[in-house]
């Protein structure tokens, strides 16, 4: 099965903290992703990157950057939280290769809260 | 832009019962996948079932089956002998044909079992 895990299920920051979030997949997976979900706004992209050093925006990443500099990890940094980053953090991966209907793997989330 | 609607927030089934998400979506691709995941409370995301639109045949997971109406541009979920194990978000999404390509979510719908 594959496993994708961020590195904390809960975490409290303050406002103006730099912050980072990680995730690791242990698939070999290409493509990975860095969502936030927010009660009656579902899952909204911040991130995706289709391999290692790539990166591309999402629909929402102002105030949020991402590191890949390994295949197996993507990590998500909030350069200066802020309130309105409250929020549950997903991270997914996908295979990219053969069948286009390979699904996105997800890990536990994140619930970050701001002060 | 491709669009994903649920229009339903909220859906309350009894156990043993059966009950019929819904899914529109908005595209003028004839290439594309979707996907329905479910999301328990607190726990993690995973796949339940998904659908090439190029083929006619609608897909079913035990339980789970989709009425995929290309013309239409529909896609619900059915899932038949409702398990309170079954309580939790469901999320439709699609995704562009092609190797790459990212999931657009629709905002979910809250699914509630009665014993």
């Known amino acids: 099965d594959v496993k994708v895990t961020q590195s904390s299920r809960y975490l409290v920051k303050r406002t103006g903290e730099k912050v980072f979030l990680e995730c690791v997949q242990d698939?070999?997976?290409?493509?990975m992703f860095w969502y936030r979900q927010d009660p009656g706004l579902g899952l909204r992209l911040i991130y995706f990157s289709y391999d290692v050093k790539m990166k591309e925006k999402g629909d929402i990443p102002e105030g949020y950057s991402v590191s890949r500099e390994k295949k197996e990890r993507f990590s998500l940094i909030l350069e200066s939280a802020s309130t309105n980053q409250t929020s549950m953090y997903l991270c997914a991966s996908r295979y990219s290769q053969g069948a286009g209907n390979q699904p996105q793997h997800f890990g536990d989330g994140t619930r970050l809260s701001i002060l | 832009a491709q669009t994903v609607t649920q229009s339903q927030p909220e859906m309350s089934v009894q156990e043993a019962e059966t009950v019929t998400l819904s899914c529109t979506y908005d595209?003028?691709?004839?290439?594309?996948?979707l996907f329905w995941y479910k999301q328990p409370p607190s726990r993690q995301m995973i796949l339940v079932i998904r659908q090439e639109a190029y083929k006619q045949q609608n897909a079913t997971e035990n339980r789970f089956s989709v009425n995929f109406q290309k013309a239409a541009k529909s896609f619900s979920l059915k899932i038949s002998d409702s398990q309170l194990g079954d309580a939790a978000m469901y999320f439709c999404a699609y995704r562009l044909g092609g190797s790459q390509g990212n999931l657009i979510f629709g905002k979910g719908t809250k699914l509630s079992v009665k014993p």
């Open positions: 595209t003028s691709e004839s290439d594309y996948y």
């Open positions: 698939m070999d997976h290409e493509n």
